[in-house]
Each structure stands twice: as C-alpha cells, then as structure tokens.
C-alpha cells in the first residue's frame, strides 16, 4: 500500500467523520442531542485532526484544534448549547469541511480566520469559567440537554478536565493532541516493514473504523450507562457506586514481533474518554538485555461508567491473543492524581556492573568486542525477575520476567467477536467495473444462448428461465454494490441552506427523507450539481422573504423537503417548497421578450412552467451569486438527461413548487425497446416510450414536404422518421406500414418514432460510443444484442430536438 | 559530547539498531545528546528504547539530554509516560 493509497483512506475516513460530525450538529440544532451525540462530534473532530497531523496539513489541523476545544468544553458540560453557539459550531463544521476539501485538492485553502476566532473566543470565555457568548445565560451549562447526562457521570467530566484544560490553552499541546498521528503513522510505517505488519495494520484501521461505526450500539449502551448512573446517584448509599471502568493491559511477548502496535489501542482507549492511571515498567531492563521485540510495559487505565465493557473490549478484540487484558468495575471515582510509573529500581551493584562493563568495552576498542559489554553485563546485572533454575525453560523464564506481579494474573481470553471483524471491505473502483463489465457480458451471452436457443425451439425450457433469473439476480447484486446512499448528497444541502439563508435573510426549514436510498455511485457523485442548483433555485426564487410570507398569511420560515426513493425501478427524488411557486405571466412574458416563445402562443401551465428550462431563460430582475445567470436550469436538466434521468415540476401559484427527478438505478444497464428500421436494428430506451401503435390513415396529416404528424387523441404530434435519421435502408415509407412509438422527451415535449417493427423489449448493457469511437448526435451509446449483432441506442431527446428544429416552420405553420 | 540524531521513524527495526548504538555511546562520563526533532512517528519499542536508556544513563551516571519531537511528546502522553520521561524542553507534569 502506498502513502497515497494511505492518504485517500484518510480522505474517506474525513468524509465519514464528516457525515457523523454533521448529523451530530444537526440534532444539537434541533435540540435533540445528548451527551453521546457530542462526544460522537467531538471524537470525528478529532480523528480528522490527528489524521492531518499525520500527513501534515497544518492548516487542517490546526484549526481542527480550535474547533474540537470547544467541543471538548461542550462534551465535557462546562458549556451548555445555545442557538449562537449551535450556529458557531456549524459555521466551524463548514470551514473544516472546505479545510478537509482543501487538502484533497478540490477547493482553495479556506479562510477560517473569522470563525477561528470566535472559537478561540468562546475557549477562552469556557476556560474562564463563562457562558459562551456575552449575554447568555452563565447558569446554561446546568439547563443545556445534554448537561444532564453529564451530571449523572460527574466523575467522568471532572476527569475529563484534565485533558481538556490544557486543549483550551494555544501555548501548550493539548493532553491528547495528534494522537491519531500513531494511527495514520503507524500503517504508514509498519506498512513498509513487511506483509504481515500491513495485514495487522489494515486489521487495525479497519477496526477503528468499524468501531465508529458502531455508534449505534454504544449509544444504546451509554442510554443504559446513563440510567443507571441517574439512579446510582439518587440513591448513592444504597449500593457502591459504578465509577467506570479499570482497564489492566500488558502486551505479550510477540505481540510487537507479530506487528502489533500497542500505542494504537491505547490511542483508541483515550478517544473513549480513558485516562491513564499507572503504568508498570519494572520489567524494562536495561539497554544491554533490551529486545527492541519484546513488549515490557503494562497500563491501568480508568474509563468512565459511560463507555460499554464491550466497547473497551473491541479495541484489543483482534489481538486478544497478545496480551493480557482484564476489565474491572471502577469501585472508587476516577483518579486525577496523574499517571503512576514504575520503573525498576537501579542498584548500587547495578550501577557498579554497568560502569565496569563500559570500562571493559572502553578498554577493548576493537569491533569483536563491540558485543562484549552486552554479554558481560548480562552475565553480572542482577535483572529484577528472578532467574530461572531451567535454563532450557526459556519461554517460561521470559514469561516471568515479563509479569513480576503475581497479583496481575493473566485476564482469561475474551472472547472473540466474529461478526465484528470484517465488516465492510474497500475495493478498487476499477476492479468493481470490471466485475460489472463482466456482468454485463454475461447478460449478453445469456441473450444470445436464448436467441440460439429460440432458434431451435428450446427458448421455453425450465433452465432458461433459471438461467434468466439467476443473470438478473446476479446483475442486481454487483449493481448494489456500486450502489450508494444518497444521503452523501443530501448531506451537502443544510450547508447550501445556511449559506442561502446567510445570503438571502430567508428563514428556511430544511426536512429531508430517504437519505439512505441506494443508486449507482456515478448518478450520486454527478447529482450534486444539479441538485444544488435546484435547492439555490428554490430558495431563491420560490421561498419569499420572511415578511411577504408572513403579509401573505404563511409562517415567516419558509419550508423546504428533499425526498428520496425508490419507485418502478427508477429513483425519484423530490424537492418540494413551500414558496411562491411558478408566477407563469412573469415567465410567459419573459420568453417572449427572450424570444423563445413566439407572441401569441398559446402554451399550457405545463408548458409555460417548463419554460424555466429553457437555455438563457431567467426571470431574475438581477443577478445575484445565487441564481439569476439563467443558466442554472438549464444545466439541471441537462446534467439530469445526462444521467439518462428525467425532471418535471409541478407548481401551485402562492403554494409552492415541487421538483421531481426521476434517476435509472445504474448508468451501466437499461430496459429498452429494440425495433427494427429497415436494415437496422435500434434500441429506444423505456424511459422514452409512453405507447406504440399502427395508425389509421385518417390519424396521419401531412405538414409541408416531409413533415407528417400523428393525430394522437386529438393532440398533433411529429413523426420523427428514423430511417431518415440512423441512414437505414429499405424502411417502411408510410407510417400507415409502419410501427409508430409515441416517446415523451424534456425539450420538446412528446414525438413519435417511426419504426418498421418491434422485436422485443429486454434488459440491454450500454456501451459507450465515445470511449470506443467518437460521440456521436442522436445516438446514446451502443449495445451487443443476443444475436451478437452491434445496436445503435436511441438519445430520443437530441433526436426529436434535431427534428423540431428542421422543421421548426412547418411546426409553427402547424 | 555524543550527538545521536534519532530517524523519523522508530519502530521496532530501527530501535532494535538504536540499542547498541546507544549502548555504546553511554560511557561513563560522557555527555550523550539524542536529537529526535526528526522524529515524526514512535511506538512503544520506541518509548521503551529511551526509557531504557534513560535507565541505563543514571547507572552509568552519564549524561543523556533528549530533546523530543512533537510526536515524540505526543506517544509519550498517550503511553503515560510523560512523567518518566525525563525530556529536555517539555514539563512533565501531567
């Protein structure tokens, strides 16, 4: 694994922690946050902060510092959480996720200096025992929600303090300032050292990863912790008290040799609010019978009653076989003594051994004798343990060295949690669409054994249809693997929120659903785009200022809801408001004078409201930073037709306005209808088809030389022909012979394809024409049919956009 | 005096190749000096390399001044060693 390899885990380790960090400050907004929703802030905070100290994004981390100080005197109940300081808090989150963007290489260095200082300036306000704000309320602490929590685990905080004093102070490191270094550093390192090293260290990484994962659990185990610590304090007599936990540790012999860094599990035990109490380092000999292998140090660290047994013993799950591990109740509140070390007590023959073994080696200056003084003074140092009557028992001479304390017997194994290792695998984005080509191959090759197998009058067997079933499931199953939630867009909309409602002076509600609803990792990565655009538009445009909507009788915030799902296939994904809506003169107009409509049109509310999309159409009196450039709804449903997607609005004068995207599952795989024209074989995507039908004559009317349209229930619709279009050879020349496939499309509404015949309607995998030849108009991609034959697929859009415009006079005159 | 400039990194390899260097740089009556400001990752075979001789200087009364990097200071926080590190340049209060 390579730093760079390292360096994007870290990346995507920022975006995890970023996600959680957000939640977590939503909920504190919305009032619903308790003692483990900001200790989970203030942990992700953290991560990325040891991370950047790691690969030395300075910047990153250093502000990173300020932002989790505050955190800490929050996490730790010195400071209660108000609406400014929420506001703060969020301000922050956005500046670090720039900062966290910054290092990737996506954006600019952001400038944090204004929000830097107001953190530092709330740190010191905490520090100094203060209300975060001027103003508030000094008592806030005690009614914040979350303070509660705290209250019941005072041991815990008061703990706490010690190391998050030192954090509010700029001049000196904070007590647990770039402990993730050891994290990043160690996989780093250790990763260069050999195979085995990097399998123990990626086990790590994924551990720790895993173990942030599992918040839920701990949350369901803190609410556990909590009630019993609120009635262990009521009633504080009746019973002793549970102060925590006291977490004895001492690392086997091999388990340095074996690639094992202890410093990452006790990094882990620190992040869980641990301290360390004592540590025993009497086994340490000196430097002439060290083994840089051996492991000599043992820990007691006190966590505090909050944190779960099992949340302690998953961080040495996967060595429990290297060291010795025993959990005990903390019976006594935890220690705010320091850190207790033992070391060997040095001798006076020690000291006399040692100066003479130095002289010797002084004295002898030749390179055999370089080994010398080791020997010798093993020989005559008395090393603290006891020296074995069987020398042959080396093992056993080593394990006694190693645990001088009889009283420290060895914890037995705990158990192993095979369900916790695991659990998620990273995997190469290539490998993943290599896998997926295959699939799409094996989709082929099924297509074409049941057209071989058509042939010979097999195609009803009971295997085909096994066979059917089983390419189906397996296509649905890689595609589920590319698939993502959504909620790694919609998670970059309360941001895009604040900042309109900073730049607007609009109150604005943001609700969302289905954040977790799954589709193909290129739809999520190239939705944002047009999403926010939309999410501007609708902020901008749609939602009115606090007084219009109060003077029009609504509340003065205004509401906006993004929803996802899943519907027929396809994901749907809504963005409603409760604004203005479309004023439809205004647009109406506006094309005109834009002269995209000519004057006296007669147009549909449909039609009209469609009209936003029209490319250079703004209704905007000025153009803003936000919108108004008339060029954002154009992208939108460009990008949404690019992802083979489709967009509609629905707007209620004075009631809002509802945007629907309706997105394919994936971009790799699509139903589609293969027609025949003339010596071609085409595919028309489903999403296109609305119906198809044989005309009567009488439904067939003639406009100028080579225009027909179809009267189709009253509504005169264009006949695109397609052997016209594609080149093809010895078509039907008439639609009365012909096949007609009414298709709807965003630009210009619903068109009809001429089609000799349709041959079936099936999955297809698309293949792109640009990658192996060139992009070419009217033509989406290309796919391998089950006869192995190449067929060219329909971009309906573009094509009946082509026909619009070549027979924009005859249309008009129409 | 003895300068010894301590590696970026000391994981077990390089601490195993610090022990005899250090061993024999430790000579009664000579001042010994470890630079480890390059030092941007240890672990414990580290810690328990400088506590060691840090333990093996007072036998041989000589010595050994350690001027720590940040990440030194840092690994030694998290290992609680802080305070028996006798470290130039950083408090040992904990």
């Known amino acids: 694994m390579t730093n760079d390899e390292i360096q994007n885990i870290f990346f995507l380790e920022c975006e995890e922690a970023l996600v959680g960090a957000e939640e977590g400050l939503m909920a504190c907004q919305a009032g619903t946050a308790d003692a483990d929703t900001v200790n989970s802030i203030f942990r992700a905070v953290h991560s990325i902060k040891g991370g950047a100290g790691a690969f030395s994004f300075t910047l990153l981390q250093a502000f990173t510092h300020k932002f989790e100080t505050v955190l800490s005197y929050v996490r730790d109940g010195e400071m209660g959480l108000s609406d400014k300081l929420n506001t703060l808090m969020l301000r922050a989150f956005d500046v670090l996720s720039d900062h966290v963007a910054a290092v990737r290489g996506e954006a600019d260095t952001p400038d944090d200096e204004a929000v830097s200082a107001q953190l530092e300036e709330v740190a010191e306000r905490a520090a100094a025992g203060k209300s975060a704000f001027e103003g508030e309320d000094d008592a806030a602490p005690a009614a914040a929600p979350i303070s509660d929590a705290d209250a019941a685990v005072p041991e815990a905080a008061a703990a706490e303090d010690a190391d998050s004093a030192p954090v509010a102070e700029e001049a000196s490191a904070p007590a647990d300032d770039i402990g993730l270094d050891f994290d990043l550093d160690g996989l780093m390192g250790d990763l260069t050292v050999g195979e085995e090293e990097a399998a123990a260290f990626e086990a790590a990484a994924a551990e720790v990863e895993r173990t942030m994962e599992d918040a839920s659990v701990a949350q369901d185990t803190l609410e556990a912790a909590a009630g019993e610590a609120a009635a262990d304090v009521a009633d504080a007599s009746a019973e002793p008290a549970n102060h925590g936990w006291k977490i004895s540790v001492r690392f086997l012999e091999g388990a340095l040799a074996n690639g094992t860094e202890p410093l990452l599990m006790l990094r882990e035990l620190e992040e869980l609010g641990a301290i360390c109490v004592s540590v025993d380092a009497t086994a340490l000999p000196l430097l002439q019978d060290l083994d840089s292998e051996k492991a000599y140090l043992a820990w007691v660290f006190q966590a505090p009653d909050h944190v779960a047994k099992s949340e302690i013993e998953e961080i040495f799950d996967f060595i429990d076989n290297e060291c010795d591990l025993k959990i005990e109740v903390l019976t006594t509140p935890m220690s705010r003594e320091g850190v207790k070390v033992t070391l060997a007590e040095i001798m006076a023959d020690q000291v006399a051994a040692s100066a003479k073994a130095a002289a010797a080696a002084q004295a002898v200056d030749t390179p055999a004798a370089a080994e010398a003084p080791k020997e010798e003074a093993k020989a005559e140092t008395q090393v603290k343990a006891p020296v074995a009557e069987q020398p042959a028992a080396k093992a056993e001479v080593a394990k006694k060295a190693e645990a001088p304390k009889p009283a420290a017997a060895p914890a037995p194994a705990q158990p192993r949690n095979a369900n916790s290792i695991g659990q998620t695998v990273r995997v190469d984005l290539a490998k993943l669409d290599k896998l997926i080509d295959t699939v799409g191959e094996l989709v082929i090759a099924q297509a074409m054994m049941a057209q071989r197998l058509a042939g010979e009058g097999l195609d009803a067997i009971d295997e085909m249809g096994m066979l059917d079933l089983l390419t189906r499931d397996i296509q649905e199953s890689t595609m589920s693997i590319r698939a993502q939630p959504i909620g790694s867009v919609f998670s970059r909309v309360p941001r895009i929120v604040r900042e309109l409602e900073s730049d607007t002076g609009k109150k604005v509600v943001l609700t969302m659903s289905g954040e977790g609803t799954e589709l193909d990792k290129t739809v999520v990565e190239r939705l944002g785009e047009p999403l926010t655009h939309l999410i501007r538009n609708a902020v901008d445009h749609g939602i009115e200022k606090p007084e219009v909507r109060i003077a029009n009788g609504k509340p003065a915030e205004g509401k906006l809801h993004l929803s996802a799902e899943q519907r027929s296939g396809r994901i749907v994904i809504s963005l409603s408001d409760d604004g203005a809506g479309i004023n439809r003169e205004v647009v109406l107009q506006k094309a005109i004078d834009k002269g995209l409509v000519a004057a006296g049109t007669q147009l549909s509310n449909e039609e009209i409201d469609n009209l936003i999309f029209a490319p250079g159409f703004s209704t905007a009196a000025s153009v803003s930073n936000i919108s108004g450039r008339g060029v954002g709804m154009d992208v939108v449903r460009q990008n949404v037709k690019d992802l083979g997607g489709r967009i509609s609005i629905e707007s209620h004068p004075g009631e809002g306005c509802v945007f629907t995207l309706a997105l394919p599952l994936t971009l790799a795989i699509a139903d589609g209808m293969i027609v025949t024209v003339g010596d071609q074989t085409i595919v028309v995507p489903l999403t296109h088809v609305l119906e198809r039908l044989r005309p009567e004559e009488a439904e067939v009317e003639h406009v100028g030389k080579d225009l027909s349209v179809l009267n189709n229930r009253g509504k005169f619709l264009p006949i695109v022909r397609l052997d016209q279009a594609v080149g093809a050879l010895g078509a039907a020349k008439t639609p009365q012979d012909a096949v007609l496939i009414v298709v709807d499309t965003e630009s210009n509404g619903q068109a009809v394809l001429m089609v000799d015949s349709i041959v079936d309607q099936r999955q297809f995998v698309i293949k792109s024409l640009e990658a192996h030849y060139q992009p070419v108009t009217g033509v989406a991609g290309a796919t391998i049919l089950g006869d192995g034959k190449v067929a060219l697929i329909l971009d309906v859009d573009t094509l009946v956009a082509d026909n619009f415009s070549a027979h924009a006079p005859a249309m008009a005159a129409a | ?94």
């Open chain 2, 1 to 94: 005096m003895t300068m010894i400039t301590l590696p970026n990194v000391i994981d077990r390899t390089t601490a195993g190749a610090l022990i005899s260097h250090l061993d024999q740089s430790l000579q009664p009556g000579k001042a010994v000096t470890v630079e480890g400001r390059d030092v941007t990752r240890i672990g414990q075979s580290g810690l328990q390399l400088l506590l060691s001789a840090q333990q093996t200087a007072i036998t041989r009364s000589v010595t050994l001044d350690v001027h720590p990097s940040q990440a030194m200071i840092s690994a030694a926080q998290v290992a609680g060693l802080s305070g028996a590190l006798k470290w130039v340049g950083q408090s040992n209060d904990q």
